[in-house]
């Protein structure tokens, strides 16, 4: 009987003072293995407005749905 692999999703926010602004760096993977280990490359998105970067985020949660076990 073969074991099914735990998933995870993942959200990274990295934010970086700059000269005027902030630069906020979001990372997501929504295809992870139990030792948060996935060969699936997700595109950094940047923000430099912290409402749109919360809302970017927002919808990653909102958008990530768990298997059926």
Request: hydrophobic share 35%.
């Amino acid at each position: 009987m073969a074991s099914r692999t735990a998933q995870a999703a993942v959200c990274i926010v990295r934010v970086e003072p700059q000269p005027g602004h902030l630069l906020i760096s979001i990372t997501t993977n929504r295809s992870l293995n139990r030792e948060l280990y996935s060969t699936d490359v997700e595109p950094t998105r940047r923000f430099s407005d912290p409402e749109t970067a919360i809302r970017a985020v927002a919808e990653f949660i909102r958008s990530y749905r768990p298997t059926d076990r």
